[in-house]
């Protein structure tokens, strides 16, 4: 990939030399229109997806160089103002080697966060037995984080739910019961007595006070209950409109986590 970098920085280079030789307004020359659409067709076969994908790279900023090889493909039609094609090649030589470059010659060698994303995605997808958690996948696979995180939760929440409904909602309700009669100990400030008969009835239960639930029924303990709560934090902050970035680092770690004690749990097999 660091090599491919290289050859397509050193091929644009000598593009725009090539540009700048032309004395008239307009490029006509085919080698010229040929060698700057193969470059930006190269771009989208062999760098912008695996960058993101394999490397980690921002989208945000790959798909900003992608913008900029797509017009260089569109420019390369008959007779396009040589302008248009010197703005372009400055605009995506301008940063190259910081932007793209330099990442990849400090990247700490070992798996790259995005191709462990990738294994957790992959896994999720040979068990995913809703259609939020298809969803889910989906949108992290085309990059759409925050939706990801939000129909993840979903997906956790419903298994969560037909966990509960499979026990049987009697059992749901002596639990939030037994908590509220306790005057001391970790569930000595827990009141909310719960008295659900279906599924529709617990969908309407707030999700943390499903989380303090389930630890008194003993499907979880009180770390997987405080992980599932900063899984729940990040649906909201997904869910809302705010500053805090969500990158794929992000969702590696709540993917994990929703696998690993829910996803995986045979506490939380339905079938």
Known sequence: ML???RTLQKDLGTLRKEVSSVKTDRIARKSIRNKAEEIGSRWFSEFSEALVNQHGLSPEMIESYSQHFGRLIKVSAPSNLKKS???????VLKSFRDDLIIPLQTQ???TPKASLLSEV???LSSAAESAYLKEAIECARHHFYRASVVLGWCAAIDRIHRTIEKAGFPKFNIASATMASQTAGRFKKFNAVQNVLSLSEIRQVFDTLILWIMEGMGLIDTNQHKRLRSC???RCQCAHPGDAPVTQYNLLSYFSDLNEIIFKNDKFKTE
């Open 85 to 91: 094609y010197a703005d372009t090649l400055r605009a």
């Open 108 to 110: 700490p060698k070992g």
């Open 232 to 234: 729940f934090d990040m």
């Open 3 to 5: 090599d491919g970098l």
């Open 121 to 123: 995605l992959d896994v």
